[in-house]
């Protein structure tokens, strides 16, 4: 079940094109697991604004590596856990990386709501919110759609730029 009745978390459904909610602080952070009506642990606070805060989408290993560097002890199985817990409950949703791996987004949209970037260099995914995967798009009589999936690859601005510089 997907929690949605908190103001800064909107459905992507009913609001197209509107910017990622931000909300850095701690406070903001708790307020919206206490309207999903979690327990507000310290891992859960702290992960969901290294996400918020993140421009990209972090990997397991980022995230813990973010925990360890804000002095947060844990182990893989909480933040496995955790992670879960925040996908489930929409404060957060995952994407593939190239090598298959998770990456997570804060933000209560599904990943096929909404299409991502994929730098091949260095291997960031970034949440394209503006950008919707058209599912009314022809297709042949008979298949029915429930959801579409829209990666775009290529290169980041920053490896845009590092490769300008290098040349
Ligand atoms: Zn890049
Ligand atoms: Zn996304």
């Known amino acids: 079940m997907k929690c949605y009745n908190v103001a800064l978390v909107t459905p992507c459904s009913s609001a197209?094109?509107?910017?990622?909610?931000?909300?850095?602080?701690?406070?903001?952070?708790?307020a919206l697991i206490t309207a999903c009506g979690g327990r507000i642990t310290r891992t859960r606070l702290a992960v969901l604004g290294i996400?918020?805060?993140?421009?990209?989408?972090?990997?397991h290993d980022d995230i813990a590596a973010q925990l360890l560097a804000l002095d947060v002890h844990h182990d893989r199985v909480t933040l496995y856990r955790t992670l879960d817990w925040l996908v489930?409950?929409?404060?957060?949703?995952?994407?593939?990386?190239?090598?298959r791996a998770w990456r997570f987004n804060s933000g209560g949209d599904d990943a096929?709501?909404?299409?991502?970037?994929?730098?091949?260099?260095?291997?960031?995914?970034?949440?394209l919110e503006s950008i919707r995967p058209d599912e009314s798009l022809a297709l042949p009589a008979g298949y029915r759609p429930?959801?579409?999936?829209?990666?775009?690859?290529?290169?980041?601005?920053?490896?845009?730029?590092?490769?300008a510089e290098d040349a």
């Not at 996400?51 to 990997?59: E, M, P, R, V």
């Not at 489930?88 to 090598?99: C, F, I, K």
Request: aromatic share 2%.
């Open 112 to 127: 096929g709501a909404h299409a991502h970037f994929h730098c091949d260099r260095c291997g960031h995914v970034v949440c």
């Open 88 to 99: 489930e409950q929409g404060l957060a949703h995952r994407v593939s990386g190239l090598d």
């Open 146 to 163: 429930e959801r579409a999936e829209l990666v775009f690859h290529g290169t980041c601005p920053d490896c845009g730029r590092r490769r």
């Open 51 to 59: 996400l918020h805060d993140s421009a990209h989408s972090l990997s």
């Open 16 to 30: 197209p094109a509107m910017p990622a909610p931000t909300l850095p602080s701690e406070k903001s952070a708790a």
